[in-house]
């Protein structure tokens, strides 16, 4: 198998492609494994449509859709934020938040644990983990007792565990089987390991639980992630995802930078990254990310990590309107030798289903109906206001907006209004 082409940047050099492309490990070649890694990042619970894109529905069906093109060899993963604040977060069905109602139907295999999952309180997050299907994954993000701390066990050495069996638990670390998992814990296929960070801003930008605590600074996070990065390979996992929440791209390629190594593929979120080739289509008026100046080719971007083995780096928008889908070939050292020339972002929308011959999930499409029928009140117009009303992130993220204000004030009336001071 001929490799792909691979695009080396920012201080990889011939001795890095060297090493890339030779096999002199004894019996390199016999333990090639391919993974498709599909991904999404900062999801936010927008499990409704918005002018014919995104949506539950569309979103299943494009996830399934893709999942069809490799079944055995697919991972899903999420990036972090899967839910935050807004109407549909207040409402409950069967029970439950619809949130996680709707993640049951979404064959995620683990998230990184982002800085939005906090915002309704240590409470609601229990909550959430009792009724969600996979794992928060992170190394950065501790808890000093609360309803939490029960939630994130302490992990001995050489015993990571199966992502399968850790269903609504926070890890620093996990481990999945691509293939089918026996009885007993072992693996019919291969093994991934799997570490999660969260950003060191938890603080500032998300209504941190009274018992959580974040790492401060970049150096701690990326002590931390090598940490956990070395134990998976004292176990003999040599292909290691990292699903990081650190509000932007550019901070995990920071991580590498500064020298993180073993780490095979870095999944990013919490930036709104659209990682993009000119010729990927891209839901309209939408333009790749500024990362992606320069860059021969941008999904995924490539660079070295300080072991000198490529890492790959892939990052997508989020409010479920894409979803990634990334082709990797290991070779016997679970480097990086081949990336399929078809990975690439999906947007999900009705010509990417129709591309996949897929459908808008059935399930999706009755969860949205009981959605649109518990918002209908909240649709009744209370004011009209003939200004623009800023709510870009950047702006609202960083300086005082004219939505904000009237949020702020809309807060304090509604206060008055319950009788409070």
Partial sequence: MRPGPFRTTRGVGLLAVALLFSCTHPGCGARERTLYLVHASDMEGELLPRDGVGGLARFAGVLHGLLEKAPENTLVVAAGDTFMPGPVLSIRLEGMPAVALAHRSLPIAASALGNHEFDQGERFFQEMLEETAFPFLSATVFFNGGPLADRRPALAEGETPWAEASAGLILPRAKRCVGRLLPGGRCEGFVVGLVGATTERLDTVASVA??????????????????????????????????????????????????????????????????ADPQHRLLPDDRPSPLCEGERRCYPLVREGGDG????????????????????????????????????????????????????????????????????????????TVRRLNGEREAIRNRETNLGVLSADALVHAAKAHGLP
């Fill in 210 to 275: 009274p018992s959580a605590r974040s790492l401060d600074d970049l150096s701690s996070i990326l002590e931390a992630v090598q940490a956990e990065v070395d134990r998976l390979e004292a176990e003999g996992i040599d292909i290691v995802v990292l699903l990081s929440h650190l509000q932007g791209a550019h901070r995990e390629l920071e991580l590498l930078e500064r020298g993180l190594r073993g780490v095979d593929v870095i999944v990013a979120g919490g930036g709104d990254d659209r990682l």
């Fill in 309 to 384: 083995a490529p890492v790959v780096v892939v990052a997508t928008d989020g409010q479920y309107r894409y979803l990634g889908r990334l082709g990797l070939r290991f070779d016997a050292r679970g480097h990086v030798r081949w990336i399929d020339p078809v990975s690439r972002p999906w947007p999900v929308d009705d010509l990417s289903l129709e591309a996949l011959g897929a459908a808008p999930d059935a399930e999706g499409l009755a969860l949205q109906a009981k959605l649109r029928k518990a918002l209908a009140p909240a649709e009744t117009i209370v004011g009209r």
